[in-house]
């Protein structure tokens, strides 16, 4: 007889089903505080970069360079808990052997070429293997390597700009619009994973799980010490099950 605890649920017949999928009361809260989290880092950072280019294309660059620091310290603290979900993702999916759909990632929904160059490699992966487990996990992994590249990139550049040492500043900024919006892609990607990923969860591993993520975010820098400012059109998190599930 199977440990019931190990045992995952059946998952639906595709990632777009999964994302539309009823989850449990106690599925939906853990689900839905972890994803508010995520989201509230990404919009803080995402405020502040929209705030700096704002000022900048007002022609204030001297007050527009503290605030683009600020925005690598913000980068610093989305980056570390959102690759600390993704390790959890993969750490339990791998010791339970439970197998989530994942759809592979589309290079058109990346501007900077590291993110395309990931996403067609994810795709050339996913047609040779066959196994729905390691597809998932090879697609979690991606993801992850990328986001963390992805926060190098950001914080190297925006301190280049403002210490001043950057040798093409207008493409400097437009580098950190790109990186902002390939980690908005990252983000969403992740959160449609972890849709599916609830979807085939046993409820008994669901409190196993969550001590895995708090695990992973209770780290130096994943804690954020500043409040939450408004979201603003057009740079907040955008995330639909639509655009990143499988069609």
């Not at 777009?16 to 689900?31: F, H, M, N, P």
């Not at 983000?187 to 046993?202: D, R």
Request: with cysteine; net charge positive; aromatic share 8%.
């Amino acid at each position: 007889m199977k440990d019931n605890g190990r045992t995952p649920t059946a998952r639906g017949s595709s990632v777009q089903q999964d994302w539309r999928a009823w989850l449990s009361e106690e599925k939906t809260l853990v689900y839905r505080k972890n994803v508010q989290h995520l989201e509230s880092l990404f919009n803080m950072f995402s405020v502040a970069l929209n705030e700096a280019i704002e000022i900048r294309q007002c022609g204030c660059l001297a007050k527009a360079l503290p605030t683009i620091r600020m925005t690598a310290d913000l980068c610093k603290f989305l980056i570390g808990p959102l690759v600390g979900m993704l390790r959890a993702l993969r750490e339990h999916a791998k010791h339970y052997g439970i197998v989530p759909n994942a759809a592979p990632l589309d290079a058109a929904n990346y501007r900077g070429q590291r993110g395309q160059r990931c996403a067609r490699m994810s795709g050339l992966l996913n047609r040779v293997l066959f196994s729905q487990r390691i597809q998932f996990l090879q697609k979690v992994s991606t993801i992850e390597e990328l986001v963390e590249d992805l926060g190098k990139d950001f914080r190297s550049v925006a301190a280049d700009l403002a210490d001043g040492l950057s040798t093409d500043p207008e493409h400097a900024w437009a580098e950190l619009d790109a990186v902002q919006y390939d980690l908005n892609t990252c983000l969403c990607e992740t959160l449609v994973l972890y849709k599916s990923f609830m979807v085939v969860l046993p409820a008994a591993q669901l409190q196993a799980f969550q001590r895995t993520v708090r695990e992973q975010w209770e780290t130096p820098g994943s804690v954020l010490p500043v409040p939450q400012p408004a979201p603003r059109p057009g740079r907040a998190a955008i995330c639909s099950g639509g655009a990143f599930a499988a069609k």
